[in-house]
């Protein structure tokens, strides 16, 4: 009885977990993203005539990224649209170079958790869950911390010396949405008055944060 019960259970799970899953899984061994077409959530498969390995390639990740910004920091992604052969198969990477005193600002992903691997320096990070409880902790070379999916994450580096991590997704796309930028610089704006009314500030001060927050004119 205990037995069959916990057959039960076990399908059960099974079945939820595939339901759940972030990305689908393939039908073919690989569907290299044709970035040419109409996306219809992803990308259409190349014709595997023209695959190469440059599909499955990208050098974009050995080196320090050159970080020129307000907050200190630079993420350098490799998703589907850096890596065509990465699509359906439901991951990607990034590199998050941090200035010393470097910020990784609050954010989410939309469609995905994410695993950082500490390359060099050491972080304070944190998320916060649905019961506004924060979570954090600090990290240090080869070690490892987990932000659960959709939920706001950040990472800032209070060393005086720089530091980068590797990030995983069980995403080929996670998206990514800063909290501060995509309320205070969203095209078209997010009214006033409703940022005053959510922040319990005046008009002035939210009018400053924007102009901040502005992208430079080149």
Do not use: W
């Not at 044709?34 to 440059?54: E, L, M, Q, R, Y």
């Not at 990607?92 to 695993?115: F, K, Q, V």
């Amino acid at each position: 009885m205990a037995i069959n019960l916990f057959s039960t259970y076990l399908l059960i799970f099974s079945i939820i977990a595939g339901v759940l899953a972030v990305d689908p899984d393939t039908l073919q061994d690989v569907c290299v993203a044709d970035t040419s077409s109409v996306k219809v959530n992803g990308f259409a498969c190349k014709d595997s005539a023209n695959i190469t390995a440059d599909d499955f390639f990208f050098a974009g990740l050995a080196k320090p990224g050159v970080v020129n910004n307000s907050v200190g920091s630079l993420v350098t992604a490799a998703n589907v649209e850096k890596i065509p052969g990465l699509n359906t198969l439901g991951v990607s990477l990034s590199r998050i170079d941090y200035e010393a005193g470097g910020l990784n600002p609050p954010h989410t992903h939309p469609r995905a958790t994410e695993m950082i691997f500490v390359l060099e320096g050491e972080l304070d990070v944190g998320f916060i869950s649905t019961a506004d409880k924060l979570i954090s902790k600090t990290v240090k070379k080869g070690e490892i911390y987990v932000f659960p999916k959709a939920l706001v994450h950040f990472q800032k580096n209070n060393g005086d010396k720089p530091a980068s991590v590797i990030s995983a997704f069980n995403s080929q796309l996670p998206g990514t949405q800063s909290i501060a930028a995509t309320l205070f610089t969203a095209t078209p704006p997010v009214p006033d008055n409703v940022l005053t009314k959510a922040f319990q500030v005046g008009t002035k001060e939210i009018e400053k944060i924007k102009s901040k927050l502005a992208p430079k004119k080149t």
